[in-house]
């Protein structure tokens, strides 16, 4: 198993950027496929990014695509999406997720973080 806690989230101005950051603890973090995932109040689930065992494979949703970066530290165990020129649109709760297989990387987590809200104001 593995525990997923996020931070870095916060309130910043259209335009600006900001990382967040997804520690894990347990065991094997590199064995994990790591995703991002947000939920803006009455929508669903939104996948974010996800990145591969190494960080040579990541996927990004089309709205996010050019502007968030995910990369990971397996040394540190944690796993960073950064966000640029971020638009009123992207603010939501942002949650970290993990799963065993890069299959379908925007489906079929099994753990999950407990989330970090990022607020865009125009």
């Known amino acids: 198993q593995v525990q997923l806690v996020e931070s870095g989230g916060g309130l910043v101005q259209a335009g600006d950027s900001l990382r967040l950051s997804c520690a894990a603890s347990?065991?094997?973090?590199?064995?994990?496929?790591m995703g991002w995932f947000r939920q803006a109040p009455g929508k669903e689930r939104e996948f974010v990014a996800a990145i591969g065992w190494s960080g040579d494979s990541t996927n990004y949703a089309d709205s996010v695509k050019g502007r968030f970066t995910i990369s990971r530290d397996n040394a540190k165990n944690t796993v960073y999406l950064q966000m640029n020129t971020l638009k009123p649109e992207d603010t939501a709760p942002y949650y970290c997720a993990a799963k065993k297989t890069y299959a379908l990387p925007n489906v079929g987590y099994d753990y999950w973080g407990q989330g970090t809200q990022v607020t865009v104001a125009s």
């Open positions: 347990g065991r094997a973090f590199s064995s994990y496929v």
